[in-house]
């Protein structure tokens, strides 16, 4: 046979492996329950999709065979050999594990980090920390050079955080002993489902024969719903005494009583709570235009301080102003000297090679009147 067709048989194993015919065992059903039971698992998102939840094979396989009931650790000879199933070996979890998956009891995804998203007041926030933590480092390295390393470690530690991850499928569909994730697909239904699925359906029968009913239970189902009905009549007629009562005391008190009777029952809180306090009052004393005069008081020296505040930093404005006119004129002094230094300097030494050449030209007219005399 050639390597392709090799190949091919191969890629059909798999293909084959991962659709089994057979349903799992009542066995296997159980080992996947105990294990959504006890082992660790995490929650995040899956293809920024919807929230699941994973756990590492590396501690599935070592609750089988440490904390499992078909560990051989924990069996007896007797129980072993009675027994359909022990783990002995890690690669015996790895293979049962396999065969689960298989079974569509779980996947196995990879792990992709996201980088977090830092807003522009968190960096000025880090920023500001971090020129801090500088100036105290500078002022202690003077002073104790041992707290130093003690510090180094301790932000060390802060900075150390969790990474938040997202999954995504696994090309390669197998059982690793490693920390790779493997996300559960085997979500069993509880009791509390069935019972409330029960008792819903039994509800609607009831509802549905009451026409069949005996008039006992027709009367006492009749005087409840009065009684529902009334209770929920108090209830909006304690609601809207509450608004009233307190809009006449607000006005009889000038506005320095506020006084609700059950202040929490419009919130959103429990039934019991909305109750609890039965009444809650303010008295401060004050009438309510003398606290807006206030209010109005401290916007206008507000405005005033901002006025003033506009003031200063325009004088400050105008000081800068001034002052780089000055720097401005005092640069262009500078210049101007430095250009009649150079011109002076110049000017000096040309004036120097003239005399050169009057003094060369001198002794040459008296060589030669020495040379014109005998």
């Known amino acids: 046979m050639s390597d392709r067709q090799k190949s091919k048989k191969k890629r059909e194993l798999e293909k084959a492996s991962m659709s089994p015919k057979e349903p799992p065992t009542k066995l296997q059903k159980a080992v996947t329950h105990w294990l959504r039971k006890n082992v660790p698992t995490k929650k995040t998102k899956f293809l920024h999709a919807h929230v699941v939840e994973y756990f590492s094979a590396s501690k599935a396989i070592d609750a089988l065979l440490n904390e499992s009931p078909w560990a051989r650790s924990k069996m007896d000879q007797d129980a072993i050999d009675k027994s359909e199933l022990s783990f002995s070996t890690r690669e015996q979890c790895i293979g049962y594990l396999d065969e689960l998956l298989r079974h569509k009891m779980f996947h196995r995804a990879k792990k992709i980090p996201v980088a977090e998203k830092v807003s522009k ?3 000025k926030d880090k920023k500001e920390k971090e020129k801090g933590t500088d100036e105290d480092e500078e002022k202690e390295d003077s002073s ?6 003690d510090k180094d470690k301790a932000s060390a530690t802060l900075t150390k955080k969790k990474r938040k ?4 499928m696994h090309l390669d569909q197998i059982v690793v002993d490693s920390s790779d994730a493997y996300v559960w697909l085997y979500d069993p239904v509880g009791w509390f489902y069935w019972a409330g699925g029960t008792a819903i359906v ?3 029968i009831a509802i549905c024969l009451f026409p069949l009913w005996p008039p006992m239970m027709r009367t006492g189902v009749h005087y409840l719903s009065m009684g ?11 609601g809207v005494l509450k608004y009233i009562m307190f809009a006449l005391l607000f006005a009889l008190s000038a506005g320095k009583l506020s006084f609700w009777l059950f202040p ?14 039965l009444y809650d009052y303010t008295y401060t004393g004050e009438s309510f235009l003398g606290r ?11 405005s005033d301080d901002d006025e003033d505040e506009e003031d200063e930093n325009a004088d400050n404005e105008e000081s800068d102003a001034a002052t780089g006119e000055k720097r401005k004129k005092a640069s262009a002094k500078k210049e101007n000297d430095d250009s009649d230094d150079s011109s002076s300097k110049a000017s000096s030494k040309t004036g120097k090679d003239f005399e050169m050449v009057e003094d060369t030209l001198q002794y040459v007219d008296t060589a030669d009147e020495e040379q014109d005399q005998p």
């Open 121 to 123: 007041k968190d960096k």
């Open 144 to 149: 104790k050079p041992n707290a130093k390393g």
């Open 165 to 168: 991850i997202r999954l995504d």
């Open 202 to 204: 039994l509800g609607t």
């Open 228 to 238: 529902a009905a009334g209770f929920l009549l108090a209830i909006m007629g304690i």
């Open 264 to 277: 929490n029952l419009t919130e959103d809180v429990g039934f019991m709570e909305s109750f609890m306090p």
């Open 292 to 302: 807006r005069k206030k209010a109005k008081g401290s916007d206008d020296e507000e």
